[in-house]
Nanobody
Framework: QVQLVESGGGLVQAGGSLRLSCAGP????????MGWYRQAPGKQRERVAS???????SYADSVRGRFTISRENAKNTVYLQMNSLKPEDTATYYC???????????WGQGTQVTVSS
């Protein structure tokens, strides 16, 4: 059971920025890709960004150019810098380890991001 803790969410006006953090057991950050996901009410959970152990990143089209994922394995932390936030970014955001292109099937509580217009 991987226990990842997300933090950094909150209320922000459209156009504003937030930085989310995800911390957990040190071992997983050295050997696994990591991803950020979000889920809005009534919607499926979607991957918004991922980063490999080598630092290669990928983004959903909806956030590309606005969000940046990064990792600091020495601090056992993954970040999601979110700029130019839009109301449609409102969701609960989760992080998870990725194995074989899929997230592990255990999810934490996430952190809520609410963007007002």
């Amino acid at each position: 059971q991987v226990q990842l803790v997300e933090s950094g969410g909150g209320l922000v006006q459209a156009g504003g920025s937030l930085r989310l953090s995800c911390a957990g057991p040190g071992s997983i950050f050295s050997i696994n890709a990591m991803g950020w996901y979000r889920q809005a009410p009534g919607k499926q959970r979607e991957r918004v960004a991922s980063i490999t152990t080598y630092g290669t990143t990928s983004y959903a089209d909806s956030v590309r150019g606005r969000f940046t994922i990064s990792r600091e394995n020495a601090k056992n932390t993954v970040y999601l810098q979110m700029n130019s936030l839009k109301p449609e970014d409102t969701a609960t955001y989760y992080c998870n380890a990725i194995a074989n292109a899929h997230p592990w099937d255990s999810w934490g509580q996430g952190t809520q991001v609410t963007v007002s217009s």
